[in-house]
């Protein structure tokens, strides 16, 4: 079984657990090149129906529009700026480019979109991931030239940068900013209770009935949930783990999360989990993990105080789970044994 396939199998698992014949609607699909899953609750199918058709349908949107490697309106851009050129681009667009330069210098450049070209490189740009590693003097002369989202020009619609190597991948914010894309789509429909589940990172709207929505957080290594938390109304948790995009080479694994200071995939962490709250709550809960897992066992705590991430983990290579003394108090560990470190 793929670890998508654990995955939603688990939170739908935690949902159905003694519901009986409580009024779930469900439905999935596949988009974003992962596993999409809508729970809605107290509501007749009829309506429930009609709100996932039209939330699926912006997912395929969005999916459309950002694909890195297919024909889309970022792959056009992508072009354009390989020439030298600069390029109009959708409202939209524009505004998903100049709030991820604001994540990306917030971060010191950790999440970083700009680096299309490594993630290429390495053959994450791809439905299926072959184990070959790639040319290090094409990664070397990649970190040399120092792609940056600050090297973007933002004119209004029209895009240009001041560095051909930029190549924009917005893996790691497209899925956060589809989830608050369905949280106001299902809201605008009159449904207010719900739980949003893109491959891992997941939103939750109104309450389970009488309780709050409760999700696992996937052991990066075992199947099953490592720990469980409730979520509660526009809470959003998000995952960045080496066992979603890897390739394994002579024992050692190659996960899809590069170090832009490097140009290589990171090595040492297993999975980072955030909570966010608040407006853009799924943009942050996907973006904003991607500097804490790049950072690692070292840098990852000062990055969460730094974006302002109260409940966050790290889990390392030997299976050690840190984490904020925050995120302690929301989570309930399958395994009481499990070895933790606890920050301020």
Request: proline share 4%; with cysteine.
């Amino acid at each position: 079984m793929t670890f998508l396939s654990r995955l939603v199998l688990l939170l739908l698992a935690l949902q159905l657990a003694a519901c009986g014949k409580e009024p779930l609607y469900q439905e999935q699909a596949y988009v974003f090149g992962t596993q999409v899953d809508v729970t809605i609750y107290g509501e007749d199918e009829a309506k429930a129906r009609q709100a996932v058709v039209l939330v699926m349908r912006e997912f395929q949107r969005l999916h459309d529009m950002l694909h890195a490697w297919k024909p889309s309106e970022l792959s056009d851009l992508n072009a354009a700026i390989a020439q030298g050129k600069g390029r109009q681009v959708s409202p939209e667009l524009a505004m998903m480019l100049k709030d991820a330069a604001r994540v990306s210098a917030q971060s010191d450049g950790l999440f970083n979109p700009a680096i299309g070209g490594l993630i290429q490189a390495w053959g994450f740009q791809a439905d299926d991931f072959k184990a070959v590693l790639p040319d290090e003097k094409k990664i070397a002369a990649l970190v040399k030239a120092n792609p940056q989202m600050s090297d973007l020009v933002i004119d209004s619609t029209n895009v240009k940068s001041r560095n051909r190597s930029v190549k924009i991948d917005l893996g790691g914010y497209a899925k956060g900013y589809a989830l608050d894309r369905a949280a106001a789509i299902l809201k605008q429909q009159g449904i207010h209770n719900a739980l949003i589940n893109i491959g891992g990172n997941v939103m939750a709207l109104g309450t389970h009935g009488s309780r709050a929505w409760r999700v696992g957080i996937q052991h990066p290594r075992k199947p099953g949930p490592l720990a469980t938390l409730e979520l509660h109304d526009g809470e959003a948790i998000g995952t960045s783990g080496d066992y979603q995009r890897y390739f394994e080479l002579d024992g050692k694994r190659y996960c899809h999360l590069i170090d832009p200071r490097n140009g290589h995939p990171v090595q040492g962490v297993e999975a980072v989990t955030i909570l966010t709250h608040g407006e853009h709550a799924g943009l942050l809960s996907d973006a904003s993990s991607k500097p804490l897992f790049v950072s690692g066992v070292q840098g990852w705590a000062g990055y969460a105080t730094k974006m302002q991430l109260d409940e966050a983990l790290l889990i390392d290579a030997r299976g050690v789970v840190h984490l904020t003394a925050a995120m302690q108090k929301r989570l309930k560990f399958t395994d009481e044994s499990t070895p933790r470190e606890v920050v301020p």
